[in-house]
């Protein structure tokens, strides 16, 4: 099959052009000049299907690096399947996500690679690789991390909060660096202090302060920076990159914006409900069907931040200057019935997690039209960005010969609204209910295939592949 592209506007992360673009089969076969007769004089009779893109932007398929699919947190599991949470995610723009596969402490490193696998092979709309989560390091698991290296599983994620579930002490996270800089993987980090947190919840609670703003409020940003800090410095002696997922706090962006610059390979990203959500506003909910309890929706950590603060806007700036490198979405739903209401007589029991595969690509081309970003910096903190820092670029993150057809065709002129009635997540509320965006996703291809078509999801369970991923393209 070969499918044209016409008339739009090819987006990259270094600029913009009118262009037309040839998929041959799985991948892009040309980029080509408006009426180019390089490859002929009639292109659109020699191919199977043309798709207008006349006023709309072309862009790179969104790439997510951060999801939860299936995850088991809290007495339960997140809410989207593969099948569900893929789905939802093509809809959104994204034709790639990269999930954690989850160890706990007496789980087997290597088991749970396979058991990810199990889970998603055949059911993913959409190409996806993994990341693998180790709690409690032992020797099996940093002897599991150079046979990870070879499956494609290039970056380890460990945890300096929820001790007895994932915490790692500060010896077992410098050892685990030291084998990521052995065997060339990122290694990634919740940085958190989940020592003096785990009191602040316990004084809490003791007080009757058990309603979801005070997930918030016990886990102060002084908690975030200095165990970004901590992480730094430990990341510096045992000479490994480091990259903090879900970056919230302005102070933690000062400590990675002074190891960039003093020439460390140190990355961060943040996620949407860091830039446009606030501790005041969703965590301190009310409404007439929860109560305070509204305010459970929006639990994750780290938690949502004091809009009087100023988290949001420098998080914003430091997107524009490279001191965070991209934005995933940290995808953990969990639906309030049921779930979320685990915790109804304290917070500490809310299983953290907020949806958003679906809202990341539309979430930040808002940011577009509100002069926040420019449209060459949307694609690069979308999709290449995490397409290098995760040894996928080249394949992934571009439009260029070579390439994996995966193809947005964004329409700037159309308009959205964010609504649990409509979206796709298999979530029974809106972390963004009410949102509204200048722009639309119009179509999608993943690897040349037509699965989003003028908004409506037209493929099928199985269409995704797992990704093999090269170590990262990103460093210094």
């Given at each position: 099959?070969?499918t044209?592209?016409?008339?739009?506007?090819?987006?990259?992360?270094?600029g913009?052009?009118?262009?037309?673009?040839?998929?041959?089969?799985?991948?892009?076969?040309?980029?080509?000049?408006?009426?180019?007769?390089?490859?002929?004089?009639?292109?659109?009779?020699?191919?199977d299907?043309?798709?207008?893109?006349?006023?709309?932007y072309?862009?790179?398929?969104g790439?997510?690096?951060?999801?939860?699919?299936?995850m088991?947190?809290?007495?339960?599991?997140a809410?989207?399947?593969?099948?569900?949470?893929?789905?939802?995610?093509?809809?959104?723009?994204?034709?790639?996500?990269?999930?954690?596969?989850?160890?706990?402490?007496?789980?087997?490193?290597?088991?749970?690679?396979?058991?990810?696998?199990?889970?998603?092979?055949g059911?993913c709309?959409i190409?996806?690789?993994?990341?693998?989560?180790?709690?409690?390091i032992?020797?099996?698991?940093l002897?599991?991390?150079d046979e990870?290296?070879?499956?494609?599983?290039?970056?380890?994620?460990?945890?300096?909060?929820?001790?007895?579930?994932?915490l790692?002490?500060?010896?077992?996270i410098?050892?685990?660096?030291?084998?990521?800089?052995e065997?060339?993987?990122?290694?990634?980090?919740?940085a958190?202090?989940?020592?003096?947190i785990?009191?602040?919840v316990?004084?809490?609670?003791?007080?009757?302060?058990?309603?979801p703003?005070?997930?918030?409020?016990?886990?102060?940003?002084?908690?975030?920076?200095?165990?970004?800090?901590r992480?730094?410095?430990?990341?510096?002696?045992?000479?490994?990159p480091?990259?903090f997922?879900?970056?919230?706090?302005?102070?933690?962006?000062?400590?990675?914006?002074a190891?960039?610059?003093?020439?460390?390979?140190?990355?961060?990203?943040?996620?949407p409900?860091?830039?446009?959500?606030s501790?005041?506003?969703?965590?301190?909910?009310?409404?007439?069907?929860w109560?305070?309890?509204?305010?459970?929706?929006w639990v994750?950590?780290?938690?949502?931040r004091?809009?009087?603060?100023g988290?949001?806007?420098?998080?914003?700036?430091?997107?524009?200057?490279?001191?965070?490198?991209?934005?995933?979405?940290?995808?953990?739903p969990?639906?309030?019935?049921?779930?979320?209401?685990?915790?109804?007589?304290?917070?500490?029991?809310?299983?953290?997690?907020?949806?958003?595969?679906?809202?990341?690509?539309?979430?930040?081309?808002q940011?577009?039209?509100?002069?926040k970003?420019?449209?060459?910096?949307?694609?690069?903190?979308?999709?290449?960005?995490p397409?290098?820092m995760?040894?996928l670029?080249?394949?992934?993150?571009?439009?260029?010969?070579g390439?994996?057809?995966?193809?947005?065709?964004?329409?700037?002129?159309?308009?959205?609204?964010i609504?649990?009635a409509?979206?796709?997540?298999?979530?029974?509320y809106?972390?963004w209910?009410?949102?509204?965006?200048?722009?639309?996703?119009?179509?999608?291809?993943?690897r040349?295939k037509v699965?989003?078509?003028?908004g409506?999801?037209?493929?099928?369970?199985?269409d995704g592949?797992?990704?093999?991923?090269g170590?990262?393209?990103?460093?210094?």
């Amino acid at each position: 099959m070969k499918t044209l592209i016409t008339g739009g506007t090819v987006v990259s992360s270094t600029g913009r052009a009118t262009a037309d673009v040839l998929i041959d089969g799985e991948t892009i076969a040309a980029v080509l000049e408006p009426g180019s007769q390089l490859l002929g004089s009639d292109l659109k009779a020699s191919v199977d299907t043309v798709i207008d893109a006349s006023g709309k932007y072309v862009i790179p398929g969104g790439v997510d690096p951060h999801t939860h699919m299936e995850m088991p947190f809290g007495g339960t599991n997140a809410s989207d399947t593969f099948e569900t949470g893929t789905r939802a995610a093509a809809i959104g723009g994204t034709t790639t996500i990269i999930d954690f596969v989850t160890q706990y402490p007496d789980q087997n490193v290597l088991d749970q690679y396979h058991l990810w696998h199990e889970k998603a092979a055949g059911n993913c709309a959409i190409d996806y690789g993994f990341h693998q989560i180790l709690s409690d390091i032992q020797d099996a698991s940093l002897t599991a991390m150079d046979e990870l290296v070879n499956e494609g599983v290039t970056s380890f994620k460990l945890f300096m909060a929820y001790k007895g579930v994932f915490l790692s002490d500060d010896g077992q996270i410098f050892r685990a660096f030291q084998k990521g800089a052995e065997n060339g993987a990122l290694m990634m980090m919740h940085a958190e202090n989940g020592s003096v947190i785990d009191v602040l919840v316990q004084q809490a609670i003791t007080a009757g302060n058990t309603d979801p703003v005070y997930h918030g409020l016990t886990r102060p940003w002084q908690m975030e920076e200095e165990a970004t800090h901590r992480a730094i410095m430990i990341a510096d002696v045992a000479r490994t990159p480091l990259y903090f997922v879900h970056v919230s706090a302005k102070q933690a962006v000062e400590q990675i914006a002074a190891a960039r610059h003093r020439g460390s390979n140190v990355f961060g990203e943040t996620c949407p409900q860091y830039l446009y959500l606030s501790l005041e506003d969703q965590l301190g909910a009310h409404s007439d069907q929860w109560g305070d309890f509204e305010g459970a929706k929006w639990v994750a950590s780290p938690p949502l931040r004091s809009k009087h603060e100023g988290h949001i806007e420098e998080l914003w700036r430091a997107l524009r200057t490279n001191e965070l490198q991209l934005v995933s979405t940290d995808h953990c739903p969990f639906c309030m019935n049921d779930q979320k209401e685990l915790g109804r007589t304290s917070f500490a029991k809310i299983p953290n997690g907020i949806g958003t595969v679906e809202h990341r690509v539309d979430l930040l081309y808002q940011a577009v039209a509100t002069g926040k970003l420019s449209l060459e910096r949307f694609v690069e903190i979308t999709s290449t960005t995490p397409a290098r820092m995760f040894g996928l670029y080249g394949r992934k993150g571009v439009i260029q010969p070579g390439a994996d057809g995966d193809i947005v065709v964004y329409d700037p002129n159309g308009h959205t609204t964010i609504s649990a009635a409509t979206h796709h997540m298999n979530l029974d509320y809106s972390a963004w209910e009410g949102f509204e965006i200048d722009g639309r996703v119009h179509t999608v291809l993943s690897r040349g295939k037509v699965i989003v078509d003028d908004g409506r999801y037209v493929g099928a369970r199985g269409d995704g592949v797992f990704l093999k991923r090269g170590l990262s393209q990103y460093l210094v």
